[in-house]
């Protein structure tokens, strides 16, 4: 039987202990926090052309393992920005869920240091640059509305990275938003096990880590009630507090960031519309704050027509939304593959889980890293449209790498 311990709020720093790198899923959200060990299922397989199957085939997953007896099981884990790459979710061993995370202490947990470390930017900044340009151009020949384009950073570390250490300090610094560690397959591993169902498995590979701490909510949902956060406009903020508050009232007026939300918040919307009987969508944004950055916020509640939809169905109804992708979506999507010149992987997917009821949350998975070993690549991206320019863009996502840089003791 699978062990599902359903408490109300856990101590950070007694159950980040319990955390083990390569094994455990960690998921924290201001409405519900998960540690899981070991996994007793795993479903991986192209989405593709199929990728409307995925809710299905987790389903099936979640009945196999019902009928071997164990009950209450969730499906945990993360979806490619890519939905013709491979999904990773698993039912894992055992579960721990709470109602949230709390700190006992008021200061900070300490984060991991490291020096003697090598940073290689993918692409170059000047690169980035001229992508953004492309941009502009297909923007003014009536091509694109909006595009995210997006680089990476490919650090080599010194020793392998301390995953808890890590954890504990995005969860301290990110209680508002998502705090996730998903063990991945390796990446000379990553086309086995394609279109399987695994019981039972252990892996002895070695570890590799999808970890991070997002601002933004792709959707959770709880019997018929929904809520998706979608967030689109960006600027960082200031040590200054009157500087910061410049920004932040800046970001609230600016038409070019409110151009870039509509067009999230009306994707959005119009994906959620046919699966619910009411849906709530506020007429102006608001700001949310995390320690990097501001961004225009628009929380969005729905009731559902019927609560067989799961939040894994709601999740690919949206997935991928302009905030991460652009408008028109299968244009923008092969346009980023065209002028971005690596594999986004996990980032821009969605990262969270999902129970028998179909209930559950996730998490649009940005601010992270991509950790295996001595490597590690860590991802930031900037909304563009009309009205950006090069130089400005290229700031934001240097200001968004900060987030996971920091918590690192790391700069770019």
């Not at 039987?1 to 924290?28: C, H, K, P, W």
């Not at 969730?74 to 013709?84: E, K, L, M, S």
């Not at 040590?239 to 932040?248: G, H, L, S, T, W």
Request: proline fraction near 7%; include cysteine.
């Amino acid at each position: 039987m699978l062990n599902v311990e359903t408490l109300t709020v856990a101590d950070a720093e007694q159950l980040i202990e319990q955390y083990r790198t390569g094994s455990s899923f960690f998921f924290s959200s201001p409405r519900k926090t998960l540690l899981t060990q070991g996994e007793y299922a795993r479903l991986s397989y192209p989405t593709g052309s199929e990728s409307k199957l995925l809710p299905q085939r987790v389903a099936e997953l979640l009945e196999a393992a019902k009928r071997a007896g164990r009950t209450q099981s969730i499906v945990v884990g993360a979806i490619p920005f890519h939905t013709d790459k491979p999904a990773h979710l698993f039912i894992p061993g055992t579960v721990e869920m709470y109602d949230g995370l709390r700190f006992l202490s008021a200061s900070a947990p300490e984060r991991p240091q490291i020096s003697n470390y090598q940073v290689q930017p993918v692409p170059e900044p000047e690169q980035f640059k001229q992508g953004v340009n492309r941009l502009l151009e297909l923007f003014q020949e009536g091509v694109l509305q909006k595009a995210v384009l997006s680089r990476t950073l490919h650090i080599s570390l010194p020793q392998p990275l301390q995953i808890p250490q890590l954890l504990a300090h995005l969860a301290f610094y990110h209680s508002h938003g998502y705090t996730f560690a998903v063990p991945l397959v390796p990446e000379q591993s990553s086309s086995s096990k394609i279109d399987t169902v695994s019981i039972g498995y252990e892996s002895s590979e070695p570890s590799r880590t999808l970890v991070g701490a997002s601002p933004e909510l792709l959707v959770t949902k709880k019997g018929l009630q929904i809520t998706a956060n979608p967030l689109a406009g960006s600027a960082a903020r200031s040590n200054d507090p009157i500087e910061d508050e410049r920004r932040a009232a800046a970001l609230l007026a600016s038409t070019k960031d409110r151009y870039e939300h509509a067009i999230v918040i009306e994707a959005v919307a119009n994906a959620l519309a046919p699966y619910c009987s009411k849906l709530q969508v506020p007429s102006e944004p608001s700001l949310v704050q995390t320690k990097a950055m501001w961004h225009l916020s628009t929380e969005i509640n729905g009731v559902l027509k019927d609560e067989s939809i799961t939040s894994l169905d709601l999740a690919l109804a949206m997935h991928p939304t302009p905030a991460i992708c652009g408008t028109p979506t299968d244009l923008a999507r092969d346009v980023i593959q065209e002028i971005e010149p690596f594999d986004r992987g996990f980032y821009t997917g969605a990262v969270g889980w999902t129970d028998e009821n179909g209930d559950g949350e996730w998490a649009v998975t940005i601010r992270c890293a991509d950790t295996e070993g001595l490597s590690m690549k860590v991802y930031a991206g900037a909304g563009i449209v009309a009205g950006s320019s090069a130089e400005s863009e290229l700031a934001e996502t240097s200001a968004k790498f900060r987030t996971m840089l920091a918590a690192m003791g790391l700069s770019e």
